[in-house]
């Protein structure tokens, strides 16, 4: 069954006079357990589809099902606990909530889904852990590397066990390095049936993902199945992050 | 998930230590403020009403007119209409009086050995004491007795009694009245000031009748007359209608025809410092207003302090959007913390209001009051600012656009 399956998906801006259409019609069917990467450069309607993919934007015309439930005519709140219970979000810039600790930053969408602090606390931890950052729980975001805190990120897109996860520009701040340690983690995340939907415009990086969906003008140009290449094998022929670069 | 608001408000306040300190003593200032003045304000209206209750709410006084001959009026107690026999009919034929005593006073110089003091000579019959409720400290009261048969004795205030004999005992001394030698038998509990701020224990009372024949003279006109009569309502009676029956009988009793004014004064004493109680009120009010306007800077110093929260927020509130929270949570999160921020500021303003408040009576000397009903209000009104201050910027908070805030640098 398609996790997600999006029909004619349009979207216009009005700025005064004129119409701006970002996305002129998109159907793209996504798969249960695939690893898809959004590409296209700036203006090609990529972000407008995320947007509309992760509820944060309504469409203008067309139809979207996620999960089975078709969201495209929600209201705002209805959008809202769609957020909360299907989608995971993995931002460029991380997006942590600053001087609170990685632990209570991973509770956050548990937070709003009104489950008990016992039970988010127990969630936050084991999710903390499949990221590997068990032992970093009571630090704050500032005491945390690039890479760990998008980690830690990654561990809150989780918490709420979503249909599918959102990854905008996921490497976007991080050194080739940590740019393939996340990738990596990601993989294996997706061989264990979690969803990824990744945007980039770094065409090395989507190499990763399994399906390349490519943006020009508002519309798909191009979706093609490929064979990712491997992170964890990747990573072992990158040299070790030298001690000295802090 | 107010609980949940809470903590999360909690957690930003303390973020920001500084900031959230300045904004609370702006609510500070004008809470403590409000406690202050209305608490002198209070302590004013406290003060007047228990020399309602010094004087005897219930009295009315009865005075000599003024005299009209041939245009030209002279003042206040210029005639001597009001006599003895005026007394005792009112007492006789208006129910609603309980006593009703006849005084005359006027100035002496008083000598005790070779102290003098200058002070006021009342001459007062049995009634006075019962009419004007002030009993005798040390001593005995001026008796039926001593009206017959006019007696030299005095009975002394107790300023009078500090002046000419300090702290020694005057009972059974002799003081000098005009150089009339009289016997000190009593000495009066302490009465206070008048609501006019007159001392009323600088006096000394002797009888009517002595006082008339040795130290006041005999008014040449009508030897009966008195100068006034301190009339007694009972408890429970209407003093207005009591009034009114007071003035009729005097009417009728003095012959005026119905187109003359009265020759007389009926002054109800209790009206006089409901005046004064009613214009200290506005005084209370009047504070209370001035206080409050610092509590509105207060409050506006509270949506200021959020405005900025909210746009230096505006990626965590995009975040929290992204993740689940719902307009209303995020406008919650908003209000809470500066429900919280007013409430702080408003619980430390109570105290320092309680403090100044207790400061001003300890070194000013002024009288206050601590009204539980305004301190109840001042917290319900910190309360109240937070919500209506902060109730803006939460709304702009909530109105966000999830992918315009995430975004925000």
Not at chain 1, 74 to 86: E, H, M, P, Y
Not at chain 1, 151 to 167: K, M, Q, S
Not at chain 1, 205 to 228: C, K, M, N, W
Not at chain 2, 66 to 81: D, I
Request: some cysteine.
């Amino acid at each position: 069954m398609a996790i997600i399956a999006t029909e004619d998906l349009s979207k216009d801006y009005h700025l005064g006079p004129h119409t701006v259409h970002a996305l002129r019609g998109v159907s793209v069917s996504i798969e249960a357990g695939e690893f898809v990467a959004v590409m296209g450069p700036s203006g090609s309607g990529k972000s407008t589809f995320m947007n509309l993919l992760g509820c944060l934007d309504r469409p203008s015309s067309g139809r979207y099902w996620l999960d089975g439930q078709d969201v495209a005519r929600l209201s705002r709140d209805q959008l809202a606990t769609v957020r909360n219970t299907k989608i995971g979000f993995v931002f460029q810039m991380f997006n942590l909530l600053a001087r609170t600790s990685a632990l209570e930053n991973v509770e956050l969408p548990l937070l709003y889904g009104g489950i008990s602090s016992r039970e988010r606390r127990e969630r936050a931890r084991a999710r903390l852990g499949a990221v590997g950052l068990a032992d970093r729980e009571h630090h704050h975001p500032s005491q945390l590397s690039g890479g760990q805190q998008q980690r830690v990120a990654i561990a809150r897109a989780l918490v709420n066990d979503p249909a599918v996860i959102l990854a905008d520009e996921p490497t976007g701040n991080l050194d080739t390095r940590t740019s393939v340690e996340i990738l990596a983690l990601l993989q294996r995340l997706n061989r264990d049936g979690l969803t990824i939907v990744l945007v980039t415009h770094e065409s090395d990086i989507a190499t990763y993902a399994g399906r390349r969906l490519v943006f020009r003008d508002g519309r798909l140009r191009s979706d093609e199945h490929v064979t990712p290449l491997d992170a964890a094998e990747a990573l072992k022929s990158l040299p070790e992050e030298e001690e000295a670069v802090a | 998930m107010v609980l949940q608001a809470l903590r999360i408000a909690l957690r930003s306040l303390k973020v920001n230590k500084l900031r959230t300190a300045l904004t609370m003593l702006g609510i500070m200032i004008g809470v403590a403020a409000v406690i202050a003045m209305v608490s002198v304000g209070t302590g004013a209206q406290a003060r007047v009403a228990e020399q309602i209750q010094s004087l005897g709410s219930n009295l009315i006084m009865a005075m000599s007119g003024s005299t009209n001959q041939a245009g030209v009026r002279l003042g206040q107690g210029s005639q001597t209409t009001i006599t003895e026999d005026d007394a005792s009919a009112i007492a006789r034929e208006v129910p609603a009086v309980q006593v009703a005593a006849p005084s005359s006073r006027g100035n002496a110089q008083v000598v005790y050995g070779n102290l003098n003091w200058s002070t006021g000579i009342q001459g007062v019959t049995a009634d006075y004491f019962e009419a004007r409720d002030w009993p005798v400290d040390v001593g005995r009261p001026i008796l039926q007795e001593d009206v017959d048969g006019a007696t030299k004795i005095a009975l002394l205030g107790q300023t009078t009694a500090q002046n000419l004999f300090g702290d020694a005992d005057p009972i059974g001394q002799i003081i000098r009245i005009k150089k009339v030698p009289f016997t000190v038998v009593g000495l009066l509990s302490r009465k206070g000031q008048s609501a006019w701020g007159q001392d009323q224990d600088d006096v000394i009372l002797i009888p009517l009748s002595t006082a008339k024949k040795k130290v006041l003279g005999v008014s040449q006109a009508n030897a009966r007359s008195v100068g006034s009569i301190s009339i007694k309502i009972r408890p429970d009676e209407n003093m207005t209608e009591a009034e009114t029956q007071i003035r009729e009988l005097l009417r009728q009793r003095h012959r005026l025809q119905p187109a003359q004014d009265d020759d007389f004064w009926l002054r109800n004493l209790s009206e006089v410092l409901q005046t004064q109680e009613e214009s200290s009120k506005v005084m209370t009010y009047l504070l209370a207003a001035i206080a409050s306007v610092s509590l509105l800077v207060g409050g506006i110093g509270i949506m200021n302090i959020m405005l900025v929260s909210v746009t230096e927020r505006t990626r965590e509130i995009g975040l929290r959007m992204a993740v689940g929270a719902r307009a209303r949570d995020i406008l919650t999160q908003f209000l809470v913390e500066a429900v919280t921020l007013s409430l702080i500021g408003g619980v430390i303003g109570i105290a320092l209001g309680v403090g100044g408040s207790n400061a001003i009576n300890a070194l000013a000397e002024w009288r206050t009051v601590l009204a539980p009903e305004a301190i109840l209000l001042a917290f319900g009104f910190s309360a109240a600012i937070g919500i209506f201050f902060g109730f803006y910027p939460a709304r702009k908070a909530s109105r966000l656009d999830p992918i315009e805030a995430l975004r925000y640098e």
